[in-house]
Structure formats: structure tokens, C-alpha cells
């Protein structure tokens, strides 16, 4: 007996760890050697690619393809048709598998509807990319980007507040009144 709920038309390759509490729905499907943290929460038409790891608490929407080279942190979010990518120059007719890039989310970062990250570009703890950006760059804690190319407009609290820091780099998160630091481009939350 599974300790996680997949609807009847997911698809769930043998040698997948699929942590407690997940939930899969409707048409996904979960390649083997992938690994999903507990209480994830994989949205319709979904694809897992194998070698994939998801952390704890992860949301991914609809119609999100994560591919073989990316891992995701505790508490991340996905947005719906999001686009990860893990070949820098693809070609239908060269077989590049062994030149996939890493992509690394790391904790509590959320990506927008749409939007595209190219692989090789490290997302921050806690960032958010705005819904239609295309990730070109790492992208550092905390911060906001936008566009495309993306570029950073500023930075967000760990409760996706925007921060505005005042004349000695002080902000505090209008939702939970938690105080951030900047200092040098770094945010930390003291």
C-alpha cells in the first residue's frame, strides 16, 4: 500500500521514491530514479524526467515538464506551463545526453506562470521569477526578476512581499513584519 495518492490515469515508472503525503494527478507521469519529496503536490499533465529531485512541500501546476538535471529545495512552486530546459544548443539529429546543465531551485523560490529558466542557471533561495520571464542568469536570494531577458527590479520577503529597503538597507516584510538586511547585493533576514 502506497503512502501517496496518484490518480488513476498517472503514470508512475518502477524505481521512483515518491515521499508521504504527495499527490500526482491527472495524466502525469513520474520516470524512474526520480525522487519527490513528501507532501508534494504534482498538478495535471505533468512530466518528471528520471534523476529529477523534488524536496519537501513542492507545487508544481499543470502542464510543467521538470527535466533530468534539475533539483528543487523544500517549498518551492512551479507555476502552470513554467519551462525548464536541460540542453544549452538542442538539435533533433545530435544526441546531446551527455551535455546536460543542472539547474538548481533552491528553498521557497517560486517561478511564474510561463516563464522559462535555461539550464546552467541557478535559482536562489527564495526568489521569485515573474510569470513569462526567461531566465538567462543565475538569479540570487531573495531577488524579483522580470522580462525577457529576465533582470533583477528588486528583492521579496520569504512570504513573496515585495521589500523596500530604507537609507540604512532595512526592510520589513508588510506581511509578517520579519526584517531583512541587504548589504553588498546579499539579503539576509535577520
Not at 508512475?12 to 507532501?39: Q, R, V, Y
Not at 551535455?99 to 542557471?121: D, F, M, P, Q, R
Not at 520569504?158 to 520579519?178: M, Y
Request: aromatic residues 8%; hydrophobic residues 40%; negative net charge.
Amino acid at each position: 500500500m502506497s503512502n501517496f495518492f496518484a490518480h488513476e490515469t498517472a503514470v508512475i515508472d518502477e524505481g521512483c521514491e515518491i515521499g508521504a503525503g504527495t499527490k500526482i494527478w491527472h495524466f502525469s507521469h513520474i520516470m524512474p530514479n526520480c525522487i519527490l519529496g513528501e507532501n508534494c503536490n504534482i498538478g495535471q499533465n505533468v512530466v518528471i524526467s528520471p534523476k529529477v529531485v523534488l524536496g519537501k512541500n513542492v507545487k508544481v501546476q499543470n502542464n510543467v515538464s521538470i527535466y533530468e538535471g534539475v533539483t528543487c529545495d523544500d517549498d518551492v512552486f512551479l507555476g502552470p506551463s513554467m519551462v525548464f530546459t536541460n540542453v544549452i544548443n538542442p538539435r533533433s539529429a545530435v544526441n546531446r545526453k551527455n551535455e546536460y546543465l543542472k539547474t538548481h531551485v533552491g528553498k521557497g523560490a517560486s517561478i511564474g506562470a510561463n516563464a522559462t529558466i535555461v539550464c546552467g542557471h541557478n535559482i536562489g533561495e527564495y526568489a521569485f521569477i515573474g510569470a513569462g520571464a526567461v531566465v538567462t542568469k543565475e538569479v540570487l536570494n531573495y531577488s524579483l526578476v522580470v522580462g525577457n531577458p529576465a533582470k533583477q527590479i528588486g528583492w521579496m520577503s520569504e512570504f513573496g512581499q515585495r521589500l523596500e529597503f530604507d537609507e540604512n538597507f532595512t526592510a520589513i516584510c508588510p506581511e509578517s513584519g520579519e526584517i531583512y538586511k541587504l548589504e553588498n547585493n546579499i539579503v539576509i533576514k535577520l
